[in-house]
C-alpha cells in the first residue's frame, strides 16, 4: 500500500509550456488474437485489461488503474453504478517505468516529446483501443471520459470537443455533485475555460484522446482518491449521469 501510494502522487501527464509536435501515428488496427505477434502477445502480458459492455453510448476508462492509485475500483464501480462501458487497465508497469497504455510511449511525468515511443507501448495501446472498441463504436460514443490521479489540490478536467459555454455547464454541475455541505471544498479546473497543468497533451496528439470526442479527461487529486473513496465515487456517479443528461445526450 505505501508503495502505491508513493507511486499515485506523481501526475499521469505532465503538459510543458513549449513542446514541439509530436509524431503522428497510424490508427490502430484491431487484429485476430492470432494474428497478433508473439512481441505483442508478451506485451499485453505485463498487465490486464478488462472491460464492461452494455448498450449505454458512453465509455469510461482507467488506463493507468494501477499507477494511478485506486482508479481501477473506482471506474469499475461507476460502470456498475451508470450502466456505462468501461475499460480499465491494471499494471503495465516494468522496473519502474510506465507503459502508458493510452497512448503508445512510456514514462510518466515527462513532455511529450521526451516520451519513449517503443514497440511494446504500441502494442498495449493497440489492446486498449481494441478492448475500447470491443464494447464501444468509438466514432458513435456521446462521451468518452478517462479517470487518472495527480498529486494535484484541486481536480483538472482537460477536454476535447467541449465549447467554453459547455463548460461552464459542467463545471457548475461537478462542482454542485463534489461539494456537500459539511465536507472540504475541492475546486474543479476544465478546459477550455481555465488554466490546467495537466492537459493530456500526449494523448491528445498521438494517443486515444486524438481518436474520440467529445472527450472529459479527470485527473483526480491523490488525497481524495486515498483518503475519500467513496466521496469520489458518489461524486463520479452523481456529476457525470447529470452532465450526460444535459450535455451529451
Not at 493530456?200 to 475519500?228: N, W, Y
Request: with cysteine; net charge negative; hydrophobic share 40%.
Amino acid at each position: 500500500m505505501l508503495s502505491a501510494l508513493v507511486v499515485c502522487l506523481f501526475g499521469c501527464d505532465y503538459e510543458a509550456e513549449n513542446t514541439r509536435d509530436a509524431p503522428s501515428i497510424e490508427e490502430p488496427v484491431d487484429q485476430p488474437e492470432d494474428m497478433v505477434s508473439e512481441e505483442c502477445l508478451n506485451a499485453r502480458m505485463l498487465g490486464s485489461i478488462t472491460t464492461v459492455d452494455t448498450p449505454a453510448l458512453y465509455l469510461i476508462g482507467a488506463p493507468h488503474g494501477t499507477f494511478d492509485f485506486n482508479t481501477a475500483p473506482i471506474v469499475e464501480s461507476i460502470c456498475q453504478s451508470l450502466s456505462w462501458n468501461c475499460v480499465v487497465a491494471r499494471k503495465y508497469t516494468v522496473e519502474g517505468v510506465r507503459i502508458n497504455v493510452n497512448r503508445p510511449s512510456e514514462g510518466a511525468n515527462l513532455a511529450p516529446n521526451d516520451e519513449i515511443r517503443s514497440a511494446r507501448s504500441q502494442c498495449v495501446f493497440d489492446y486498449y483501443v481494441q478492448m475500447a472498441r470491443s464494447v464501444s463504436h468509438l466514432e458513435d460514443l456521446k462521451l468518452y471520459v478517462e479517470i487518472h490521479g495527480a498529486g494535484i489540490e484541486t481536480i483538472e478536467i482537460a477536454t476535447v470537443g467541449v465549447s467554453p459555454q459547455q463548460a461552464a455547464r459542467i463545471k457548475v454541475a461537478l462542482l454542485s455533485a463534489l461539494n456537500s455541505p459539511g465536507q472540504g471544498f475541492i475546486d474543479i479546473k476544465i478546459q477550455p475555460i481555465d488554466a490546467i497543468s495537466l492537459g493530456a497533451t500526449a494523448s491528445k496528439t498521438f494517443g486515444m484522446l486524438s481518436l474520440v470526442s467529445p472527450v472529459l479527461h479527470i485527473e483526480m487529486p491523490a488525497g481524495l482518491r486515498v483518503d475519500e473513496p467513496v466521496r469520489v465515487r458518489d461524486f463520479l456517479r452523481v456529476g457525470l449521469a447529470e452532465v450526460a443528461r444535459t450535455e451529451f445526450q
